[in-house]
């Protein structure tokens, strides 16, 4: 198959969205990082000319990507899983340890984060598994299967520590639902959540009381129309005040201070305000400044390279995990609504192209691709915009780092190298 | 549904996200940016306040320089601590506690460290104080004033306050306004503007650069100077004369209505509410309720006007065609209000418009006020009149003069006299001491003073002003140039105003004569009363003395009002007759009434009502 074609058929509205995505994220490293001595954009010393070198990296990555044979991906994905794997492991002997994390590759010229290796090799490995044709994901050892792909390289990831990249593997658990997996497995999830975070805001008593009312209510309405299994019922209520009851155990005794100052300040549980101006200091630092910094950009911004708290550099890690808010200060509403919107499109643009693909691998895939994008996305703006708790992993296309955006561009860009040959039989 | 699961979540979160956007970015956005901006340092750089001068350009309030070594502890470097003491003429004790002090305040910020060098020793420290890292000399300017008087008039500078701030946005913490007085009612004028450097900072508060390579930068406006009004001399004259004394003073030029001087007794030198001794001795001033010499006097204190008051009721009674200058009324050592006696000390007999003045005859004006209500069928349609009239020469009403205080006095009105006694129970015989300057009426010393100059421009006065010119340009403001027209005719002014002149030829004030100068005036003796232990007791009257010189083209029209000071040509009447002598010849003759003038008080009198004891009033001591 030559390339022309290839880029013939290719999704250009995708295409388009993340060109976009790495053009303002670039931007935006570029503002937060230029310092009046040295304004050349063309400086491969300073972080915006690397963040400059890698994108041109990411373009050679780009034709060799579509450039491969397409059944290459499914062929090797097994083979890829493993290597990943090794890699992963490898960091504990041979790792380079920044900021406490031994998550990086010495490899000279730049240092390697093999995670983001993993998640494209992961994201391959499961679709693989699952469009297998001896899989089936209605049987309790195949999900059982399923879902120990995407958690060894999360466990192997966890002690770098680098938790937050490590939480993203989970969302290909998406890719699972999506193929069969009940979703009332998702609903227990989501309850235990819910009542994880109602125990903390509300305490185990407001629960309790609350739930116990809902069930009666429940009763009286539903007693004449259908008669109501009462012992499985109760256990559930015991279950959950059980759990809301271990929630707090572990809250207060697992659960280190800096991790309770995390939960406390995101759901607002300290009421006293020295107290809440002590945590903002601290460990709600970066939120706060980030915050404020959102806020000062107003409806347009203060204009570029203009942003006063950013060439202060008030929000710390501006330029990789906390980049938004660069596009807050200096480009305002309109800036971060373009990037809301645009990676919108680009996610639902994605699902639609996964829904059309005839072949399952590509599908399963596509969504795995959208799945960790998506978890990304929801995360790291989640946290800088100061609805989530902190959590550092990096918003995709547009946050400083070589190995995160070469590999979230291969990651992209084997889907629509998949997508493109979907017409063709032939594989 | 599994199909839609993760499209839907998209969706859901992306309309979560710009929902918080939103809310922070057009919400929650404040549009004062630069002022909360961490960011960005405003660095001020403030003008020197503007001169005061007086009307003949002799220098009242200046400025002068204060020099204060400032400290940023986190800087110091280790230094020779004994030269340095030296150089600073400090101990070495004081030196370590102050520097403690300042690293406890701020590590970063910069404190005083010394207060207010001398010039001679900021010269001798300017060139060593690069060797002493840390520490640098910060200049600021003072209020300096070469003057000990009209601190009152000229008010003081301080710190802005929570509600200044409030007020107006140009504050910021620490900087100075104008509080009362000229310092207040011109502190635009004579503050300037200041200029606004903006410093971009990181987060370690360390500077970057200028904030928009200095593009909203401003450089500072100077402040302007102005003159006064106020002529020095005689203001200073003024208050040498109110020592031991309590009123005021108000001399005010008829042509223009230009204030030549304004005083207040007992008051303080100005120079006391300036540099490092001034929260104290304000404390000290404000806390001296009895003497009260923070409290203006000459625009504060409304007081009964007494008999000067009988010049404007001729002139009403005259206007209005119930008398002429040939009426008479006899005075029977008194007059009767229905079956009660009031008292008169012009010694009986048939008084005319003249006599009614110079002898400053009671009978004469109780029954011409009669004769002004009798002209009409209602009291309440003569009250109208008299009280328009009354208006018309500035009282009863602030008098719009350019100072930030002052007092509406009281000119009664038919609504004031129903309230009190009930609609149509009252008539003219009720209200009778308003005609001699009691009862209820009320004036403050520049409204008398102004009343004064209408009466010597025969029918017409300036608003009175205090602010001569700016940058030595007069002012323009038409409410201060054009002249205001009193309701009585230019014709009935002569014989009252020769009545005042015979006040002196003859009169109640035949002992206060200036040789060369003719002078028309009016004595005032009112009646005063306080309460002790909640008893409404009556004290020694309060001297009061109106007058303009010469008669004929005058130059100053003057009212003296000092209480508790007996009948009005003992204190009040010398006072005014040295401050027209002073300002007409430059110099006074008459040392002998000078001398006595400048050393009697009247702490004693002002001591009765404290003594706790009996005490007699209106005692012929002299």
Redo the contacts between chains.
């Keep these: 198959m030559s390339g022309k074609s290839v880029l013939k058929r290719i999704d250009w509205l995708s295409v388009l969205f993340y060109l976009i995505l790495v053009f303002i994220g670039w931007l935006n490293i570029y503002s937060s990082t230029v310092t009046e001595a040295e304004p050349q954009i063309l400086n491969f010393s300073a972080l915006h000319g690397k963040q400059l070198f890698f994108a041109g990296a990411s373009i050679l990555a780009i034709l060799i990507v579509l450039a491969l044979e397409v059944n290459f991906y499914e062929r090797f994905s097994s083979l890829f899983y493993l290597i990943a794997m090794v890699i992963l492991l490898g960091l504990y002997p041979f790792g380079k340890t920044i900021a406490g994390a031994t998550s990086w590759y010495d490899l000279g010229f730049f240092n390697l984060q093999p995670s983001e290796l993993a998640k494209v090799a992961t994201a391959l490995a499961l679709a693989k598994y699952l469009s297998d044709i001896q899989t089936d994901i209605k049987r309790r050892k195949d999900q059982l299967y399923a879902i120990l792909i995407l958690l060894i390289p999360a466990i192997l990831i966890i002690p770098q520590p680098d938790p937050g990249s490590a939480l993203v593997f989970f969302s290909l658990l998406f890719v699972i639902f999506r193929e069969g997996l009940p979703l009332y497995y998702l609903g227990i999830l989501f309850l235990v959540i819910l009542i994880f975070v109602a125990t903390l805001k509300f305490g185990t008593l407001w629960l309790t009381i609350s739930l116990a009312l809902l069930t009666t209510i429940f009763f009286l309405i539903k007693r004449k129309t259908f008669k109501v299994p009462i012992i499985p019922f109760a256990s559930a209520l015991v279950a959950i005040v059980l759990f809301s009851l271990s929630v707090n155990f572990v809250f207060n005794h697992v659960f280190e201070q800096r991790h309770r100052d995390r939960f406390s300040l995101w759901l607002r549980l300290e009421k006293d305000p020295k107290k809440l101006e002590q945590i903002r200091k601290t460990i709600g630092y970066n939120t706060y400044q980030s915050e404020k910094a959102i806020e000062s950009g107003g409806l347009i911004g203060k204009g570029f390279l203009e942003g006063t708290r950013t060439k202060g550099d008030f929000v710390p890690e501006q330029h990789s995990d906390y980049i938004f808010s660069t596009i807050g200060e200096e480009w305002g509403f309109l800036g971060t609504s373009l990037v809301v919107l645009t990676f919108t499109f680009l996610f639902l643009r994605l699902i639609h192209l996964a829904e059309r693909q005839k072949n399952p691998f590509s599908r399963m895939y596509g969504y795995g691709v959208v799945s960790i994008l998506f978890i990304h996305f929801l995360i790291n703006v989640g946290m800088v915009i100061g609805i989530l708790p902190t959590i550092g992993i990096p918003l995709p296309f547009m946050s400083y780092g070589g190995s995160g955006l070469l590999f979230f561009t291969i990651l992209l860009f084997i889907f629509l190298r998949l997508d493109a040959n979907r017409l063709k039989e032939s594989f | 549904?599994?199909?839609l699961?993760?499209?839907s979540?998209?969706?859901l979160?992306?309309i979560?996200?710009?929902g918080?956007?939103?809310y922070?970015?057009?919400f929650?956005?404040s549009?004062d940016?630069i002022a909360?901006?961490?960011?960005?340092k405003t660095i001020y750089d403030y003008p020197e306040r503007g001169y005061i001068y007086d009307r003949n350009g002799k220098l009242l309030v200046g400025n002068d320089p204060a020099y204060d070594v400032m400290v940023i502890p986190r800087e110091v470097k280790p230094l020779d601590t004994l030269e340095f003491c030296s150089l600073l003429n400090l101990e070495k004790e004081k030196f370590i506690k102050q520097l403690r002090k300042a690293r406890i305040y701020s590590p970063r910020l910069p404190s005083v460290l010394v207060h207010q060098l001398s010039k001679e020793d900021y010269g001798r420290l300017q060139e060593k104080m690069r060797k002493y890292k840390g520490f640098y000399i910060q200049k600021r300017s003072l209020r300096y004033y070469d003057t000990n008087s009209g601190a009152n008039v000229l008010g003081y500078i301080s710190e802005v306050n929570e509600r200044d701030l409030a007020k107006n946005k140009y504050y910021v913490q620490g900087e100075l306004t104008g509080r009362t007085g000229v310092e207040k009612q011109y502190e635009e004028i004579l503050r300037g503007r200041k200029g606004v450097q903006y410093i971009?900072?990181?987060?370690f508060n360390r500077d970057?650069?200028p904030?928009?390579s200095g593009s909203l930068d401003t450089i500072p406006e100077q402040g302007k100077q102005i003159s006064l009004t106020i002529d020095k001399v005689l203001q200073e004259y003024g208050e040498q004369l109110m020592v031991g004394k309590r009123g005021g003073i108000v001399a005010l030029e008829p042509s223009s209505g230009e204030i030549l001087s304004m005083i207040s007794g007992p008051t303080y030198d100005p120079a006391l509410l300036v540099g490092r001794k001034r929260s104290r001795n304000y404390t000290k001033l404000y806390n001296d309720t009895i003497a009260n010499p923070t409290w203006d006097r000459s625009i504060l204190a409304q007081q009964p006007p007494g008999s000067p008051f009988k010049t404007l009721n001729a002139l009403i009674a005259l206007q209005e065609g119930v008398i002429d200058v040939n009426t008479t009324i006899r005075c029977y050592n008194g007059f009767y209000v229905g079956r009660s006696k009031k008292g008169c000390h012009c010694g009986g007999g048939l008084r005319n418009v003249n006599s009614g003045i110079y002898k400053s005859c009671n009978a004469y004006f109780a029954g011409t006020f009669r004769k002004i209500y009798e002209k009409f069928e209602t009291t309440d349609e003569g009250m109208d009149v008299w009280e328009k009239h009354m208006k018309s020469f500035g009282l009863g009403n602030y008098l719009g003069y350019d100072l930030p205080y002052g007092q509406k006095g009281r000119i009664p009105s038919k609504e004031y006299y129903d309230k009190w006694y009930g609609d149509n129970r009252w008539s003219s015989s009720y209200i009778i001491s308003n005609s001699i300057g009691q009862g209820e009426v009320l004036a403050t010393p520049v409204q008398l003073a102004n009343m004064t100059a209408a009466i010597a421009n025969r029918g017409h006065y300036y608003t009175p002003h205090i602010l001569k010119k700016i940058e030595g340009e007069a002012i323009s403001n038409p409410k201060f140039t054009e002249p205001k027209h009193t309701t009585i005719d230019r014709k009935h002014f002569e014989p009252v105003i020769q009545g005042m002149a015979d006040v002196y030829r003859k009169g109640t004030a035949r002992w206060v004569q200036i040789p060369d100068i003719e002078i028309a005036g009016k004595t005032g003796t009112a009646e005063n009363f306080t309460k002790i232990d909640g008893v409404r007791t009556q004290l020694t009257d309060h001297s009061v003395f109106v007058a303009f010189a010469p008669v004929h083209k005058p130059k100053i029209a003057i009212a003296v009002y000092i209480e508790n000071g007996y009948y009005g040509s003992r204190y009040a009447g010398h006072i005014a007759s040295l401050m027209i002598e002073k300002y007409i010849k430059g110099d006074v003759t008459r040392k002998d009434l000078e001398k006595r003038m400048l050393e009697k008080t009247l702490e004693h009198e002002y001591a009765k009502p404290y003594s706790g004891e009996e005490f007699k009033i209106n005692e012929y001591v002299w």
């Design positions: 549904m599994k199909r699961l993760l499209s979540l998209v969706i979160i992306g979560t996200f710009l918080r956007l939103s922070l970015q057009i929650s956005f549009p940016q909360e901006d961490p960011a960005i971009q900072k990181d987060r970057i650069g904030y928009k």
